[in-house]
């Protein structure tokens, strides 16, 4: 159980493009999602966190016009790398949280981003 | 802000043996949680083990367990009896109890761990 789905897993496209990343909870309601980013040989840094049906929270130094965060459903969280370029190039980590606080969050398999 | 320092860029074993991995942080929290996470090659993160620091006894979760020494704010990882399939980035993590119904986690840079045959 709790499986949560990252798509794509892999994408390659030119700088100027908008990316769209999704993150799926499988088997439960993710009732908070958060999103983070991992540089080579680098721990991983939270960069947003949403709750369902709400505005995601940013952390500092995050641009919130840049990555756009969209939580509409309860199995369903997006992340948009708008007008993207190769500093953007990375890879993407979202997990999903059921019921807040404490519990356990579950991560996905990743993205990993290439802006040429 | 808290901040989780491992020191151990990489390690290796030999199956079958012990090792440990070290982690320690920085936090004037007196109430929060400490976990391991394991990265394998797939590189899907999965949480190893938990600590709340307010329980003095050390968790264990079958070949893993922790030296959780809270006045040192060292929290290592120790693994019995190394397996191929443990060979993986293990993160430990931060979680302090304040601050709101969101709990977030503040990684370390990680250790990779290669488990030899």
């Known amino acids: 159980g709790a499986v949560v789905s990252q798509h794509p897993s892999r994408v390659i496209c030119k700088s100027g493009t908008s990316v769209k990343i999704e993150c799926r909870s499988l088997?439960?309601?993710?009732?908070?999602m958060f999103w983070y980013r991992q540089f080579p040989k680098q721990s991983l840094m939270l960069m947003a966190t949403?709750?369902?049906?709400?505005?995601?929270?940013?952390e500092q130094g995050v641009e919130k016009d840049k990555f756009l965060i969209n939580h509409a459903s309860l199995t369903l969280s997006t992340l948009t790398v708008t007008s993207a370029h190769p500093e953007d190039s990375s890879f993407y980590i979202c997990?999903?949280?059921?019921?807040?606080?404490?519990?356990?969050?579950?991560f996905g398999d990743g993205t990993r981003l290439s802006i040429l | 802000a808290q901040t989780v320092t491992q020191s151990q860029p990489e390690m290796s074993v030999q199956e079958a043996e012990t090792v440990t991995l070290s982690c320690t942080y920085d936090?004037?929290?007196?109430?929060?949680?400490l976990f391991w996470y394991k990265q394998p090659p797939s590189r899907q993160m999965i949480l190893v083990i938990r600590q709340e620091a307010y329980k003095q006894q050390n968790a264990t979760e079958n070949r893993f367990s922790v030296n959780f020494q809270k006045a040192a704010k060292s929290f290592s990882l120790k693994i019995s009896d190394s397996q191929l399939g443990d060979t993986a980035m293990y993160f430990c993590?931060?979680?302090?109890?304040?601050?709101?119904?969101?709990?977030?986690?503040?990684f370390g840079k990680g250790t990779l761990l290669t488990v030899n045959p």
């Open positions: 088997d439960f309601q993710a009732t908070t």
């Open positions: 997990s999903a949280q059921t019921g807040g606080g404490l519990q356990p969050q579950h």
């Open positions: 936090t004037s929290e007196s109430n929060y949680y």
């Open positions: 949403s709750n369902e049906g709400s505005k995601a929270t940013y």
């Open positions: 993590a931060f979680m302090k109890l304040s601050g709101g119904s969101n709990y977030k986690l503040t």
